[in-house]
């Protein structure tokens, strides 16, 4: 039994009758609630690319509850103009004690020797899974992790469509993109991880840079999908005790493409970092697009999360 869920307070504190056992008694206290706050933190690992990117440096400050995201604070350095789904899955759909680890990285591909990102130096999703692995696994004191009270978020396919979606041997380039992408969920897996949630690709064929692309890009975005769905479906079979959902960014997005003046915007392809519109730059969602895809990652997996403030939310378990 959980003492500190299922027990009263005063029956916690019947037994203070002397200095001296009122010094233990309210030491037991003190650390059946340490406990119990230590149980209702989440450790939020992520990857991804520039959709997902906060900044983080896990040389740097730390997460803590003060500061879900650790380094820099929030928002981060997004590409949202303010906060990106990582920070509202750690300050608005939260329903306790978030602690986001973000390795995502802008303009990250899954491998950069698949698919080059648009510069050397960017650190591929296959990278920033080594980076976890090197300062996360085992588990550092700072970042008292189990399978219990951590998930993994992932949202990385972006540039991969967006580098490659023309090529001719497109489907020999996605076949080994996959297999890498489930190479890092068995890293993650074998060190102990057993909560997973995917974002697929979003519609990036309705963003401004891309929507003259029409069909061919669509046709890409919906094979890379249907690929990392059945790529998810195999690593769960092959995987005792993971939980696994695909999130579906299409809703989302969809919704304030549909819906501009719902969300503050003239139209659906108008671009401004300062708010006003959809798009922070031609490629890049503003926060409200990022919002819709928090709460869609909050309806979709549930606790610790609760789908609030969103149309999207109507939904909800």
Request: some cysteine; glycine content about 8%; proline content about 7%.
């Amino acid at each position: 039994m959980d003492v500190t869920s299922c027990t009263p307070y005063y029956l916690l504190t019947i037994y203070i009758y002397t200095p001296l056992n009122m010094y233990k008694s309210l030491s037991l206290l003190t650390a059946l609630l340490g406990a119990a706050i230590a149980q209702d933190v989440t450790y939020l690992f992520t990857f991804g690319d520039s959709y997902t990117q906060t900044g983080f440096e896990i040389s740097g400050e730390k997460p803590s509850a003060a500061n879900p995201v650790g380094n820099p604070p929030l928002p981060g350095w997004t590409t949202s103009g303010g906060l990106n789904w990582v920070g509202y899955m750690v300050s608005l759909y939260n329903t306790s004690t978030v602690l986001s680890y973000n390795f995502a990285y802008g303009g990250a591909t899954v491998d950069s020797d698949i698919i080059a990102p648009y510069d050397p130096s960017v650190v591929s999703f296959k990278e920033q899974i080594a980076i976890f692995s090197d300062n996360l696994v085992p588990q550092p004191d700072y970042a008292p992790w189990t399978a219990n009270n951590s998930i993994v978020g992932i949202w990385i396919g972006i540039n991969d469509i967006g580098n490659s979606w023309w090529e001719a041997t497109r489907d020999e380039i996605y076949e080994r993109v996959m297999a890498v992408y489930s190479d890092q969920l068995q890293i993650l897996y074998d060190a102990g991880l057993r909560d997973f949630f995917l974002l697929n690709v979003p519609p990036t064929d309705k963003t401004p840079l891309m929507s003259s692309n029409g069909q061919p890009l669509v046709d890409a975005i919906a094979d890379f999908n249907s690929r990392v769905d059945t790529l998810l479906a195999d690593f769960k079979a092959a995987n005792e005790g993971v939980r696994g959902v695909i999130v579906d960014t299409h809703p989302p997005f969809n919704e304030a493409i549909n819906n501009p003046q719902r969300y503050g915007a003239s139209d659906a392809m108008c671009i401004s970092p300062d708010g006003g519109c959809l798009w922070y730059n031609d490629y890049h969602p503003y926060t409200e697009i990022q919002r819709l895809t928090g709460a869609q990652v909050a309806r979709v997996w549930g606790a610790p999360f609760a789908c609030v403030d969103s149309v999207l939310c109507s939904n909800c378990r």
